[in-house]
């Protein structure tokens, strides 16, 4: 995989929910209905998401978000390529974002997906999960 620089943000305040998101590193974020907590985005709509979780934070850790530059992802699909948009899954898995008419990105593409569960792509990061 190449290597890429990217920028991570901690945003202060934010920590992850009661049960914790040790296995989330790489995996897309979002606010929880709960102030100040982050869950994994259980949805394909991109309500209130922050950005890719850079690290692995028990219960009540703070969480580290990639929210600009590029960013590992962990993706489903073996179908993402260079380019194409990333949107994300229900498992907060990113996913080929052109298969919805409804999905958003959360960027593009710098490296194939060539697993189809588990691989980790090099995403650009657009802010502002942009569909096109």
């Given at each position: 995989m190449a290597a890429y620089t990217h920028v991570t943000l901690t945003l202060p305040g934010l920590?992850?929910?009661?049960?914790?998101?040790?296995?989330?590193?790489?995996?897309?974020?979002?606010?929880?209905?709960?102030?100040?907590?982050?869950?994994?985005?259980?949805?394909?709509?991109?309500?209130?998401?922050?950005?890719?979780?850079?690290?692995?934070?028990?219960?009540?850790?703070?969480?580290?978000?990639?929210?600009?530059?590029?960013?590992?992802?962990l993706v489903s699909t073996s179908t993402i390529k260079i380019g194409d948009g990333?949107?994300?899954?229900?498992?907060?898995?990113?996913?080929?974002?052109g298969t919805t008419d409804n999905g958003s990105i959360i960027g593009k593409a710098l490296t194939d997906a060539t697993a189809a569960t588990g691989d980790i792509v090099s995403v650009l990061l657009t802010p502002g999960g942009a569909r096109y």
């Amino acid at each position: 995989m190449a290597a890429y620089t990217h920028v991570t943000l901690t945003l202060p305040g934010l920590r992850a929910n009661s049960t914790g998101l040790a296995t989330a590193q790489f995996k897309i974020g979002k606010l929880a209905s709960t102030a100040g907590q982050v869950v994994l985005n259980a949805t394909s709509v991109f309500a209130g998401v922050l950005g890719i979780i850079m690290n692995a934070p028990g219960a009540g850790e703070e969480v580290e978000f990639a929210v600009s530059g590029v960013a590992k992802v962990l993706v489903s699909t073996s179908t993402i390529k260079i380019g194409d948009g990333v949107g994300s899954n229900t498992a907060s898995l990113g996913t080929d974002g052109g298969t919805t008419d409804n999905g958003s990105i959360i960027g593009k593409a710098l490296t194939d997906a060539t697993a189809a569960t588990g691989d980790i792509v090099s995403v650009l990061l657009t802010p502002g999960g942009a569909r096109y």
